[in-house]
């Protein structure tokens, strides 16, 4: 079943979306800095496997979509569960829950900043993809599709329903 955070995409999508999100005070404790000032390090997913799960009735319609989450990374590497939220919905509560349910198992290598962890909120793109189905509008059917096909194939295993 195929759900896939592009890497190289997440990639791009975090580095262009890295913020700090604390004010003065919880900055120090949360280990956030002032907004304008960027890491010089992104963080930097490190699961073997992507935690994302298709929903199995989605998957047997051939439903697809894209989630996009807005993550708080602390410094050690974990996404804060609080403060994960769906930045921009699939349309589909199925999905878009799915995608959250995931991200609670995603780990990083943490933001730097001057060789120090850092705090972080970022941007989380999660496309969920049907073999069979046609391409989605923005995705290409040569070169990116395949890319999708081979490495969620790899990355995910279906949700089980009790």
Same mark, same amino acid.
């Given at each position: 079943m195929l759900v896939h955070t592009s890497l190289a995409a997440a990639a791009v999508c975090?580095?262009?979306? #890295?913020?700090?999100?604390?004010?003065?005070?919880? $900055?120090?404790?949360?280990?956030?800095?002032?907004?304008?000032?960027?890491?010089?390090?992104p963080p930097v997913v490190v699961n073997g496997e992507l935690p994302f799960r298709y929903p199995p009735a989605l998957y047997a319609r051939k439903v697809q979509g894209n989630v996009t989450l807005r993550l708080?990374?602390?410094?050690?590497?974990?996404?804060?569960?609080?403060?994960?939220? #769906? %930045?921009?919905?699939?349309?589909? %509560?199925?999905?878009?829950?799915?995608? #959250?349910r995931g991200s609670q198992e995603l780990r990083f290598v943490? $933001?730097?900043?001057?060789? %120090?962890?850092?705090a972080v909120s970022v941007l989380f793109p999660v496309y969920f993809r049907h073999p069979e189905?046609?391409?989605l509008p923005g995705d290409t059917v040569l070169g990116k599709r395949e890319t999708v096909?081979? $490495?969620?194939?790899? $990355?995910?295993?279906p949700q089980r329903t009790p």
């Open positions: 975090l580095l262009a979306a #890295v913020t700090t999100g604390c004010g003065d005070g919880a $900055a120090k404790r949360s280990g956030a800095i002032p907004a304008n000032v960027r890491p010089d390090d708080f990374i602390d410094t050690d590497g974990r996404p804060r569960n609080d403060s994960t939220r #769906v %930045e921009e919905s699939s349309g589909l %509560e199925s999905l878009d829950s799915a995608a #959250v943490p $933001a730097k900043l001057h060789g %120090e962890p850092l189905a046609n391409p096909k081979g $490495a969620a194939k790899a $990355a995910t295993t």
